[in-house]
């Protein structure tokens, strides 16, 4: 379990570096799972570049679960319901997006979640094209790292809210790709990667970081010039590419 702790800390000093721009202040939180039944997820308010061990709390994915099959909660309800979801009361309490994490790490198929709020990402998820400039690809690695297609949802309320919208959208993934997603885009809000390894998930933040600088930089240059689609599906398929994959997730 240190072991984890330890590269779960790591994992998030690598996005909350200043000069990466994915997230500060207490923005964005990163997860891992322990074993079937808990996970460690961000403390609220802990900055992302300066957290320790101690910043991160052990929760029960059960008890996480079955909260997210109510029909609603109230702000009053989430706040109280913490110290029944924690493995040790005594840490601190939970990013509000401890519902999220559970469902990637649980539905998602992850074993490692990173949420971050990336400038150049939001740049395009905060316009009013919203998440469709992510919708076809510009670039070999953009599918090789990124998946496919991204999973897209709208903005809804962080939390609760936001954490029944994902469940929606991955099951929607799920049914209509056969497949998780790697990255989910929250317009408004920022984005999400699912990987399987510490290494993945980093790398498909990095990855979604660099296919944003790039749409950015064609729109002013008469706009995006996307892959066809039927490349963006040889690429997804290649077998020289599922080792590279493999490769890179470490």
Known sequence: MNELLHSLVKLSHELGREDRQLAILGEGNTSARIDENTFWVKA???QLGTITEAGFTQVKMDA???LVERDHMSQEEVQA???E???APQQKRPSVETFLHALCLSEGGASWVAHTHPISCNAILCSRLGAEPFLRHLFPDGVVVCGRYPA????VDPGFALAKAVRAELRRYQDTHGVSPKLLLMVNHGITALGRTMQE???ITLMADKWARILLGTYALGG???MPDEEAARIDNRLDEHYRRRQLAG
């Open 201 to 203: 998930a980093l790398n």
């Open 224 to 226: 995006p010039n996307y």
């Open 85 to 87: 979801v924690m493995v």
């Open 64 to 66: 996480i679960l079955a």
């Open 81 to 83: 319901i913490w110290p």
């Open 44 to 46: 609220s308010g802990i």
């Open 152 to 155: 897209v949802v709208p903005y």
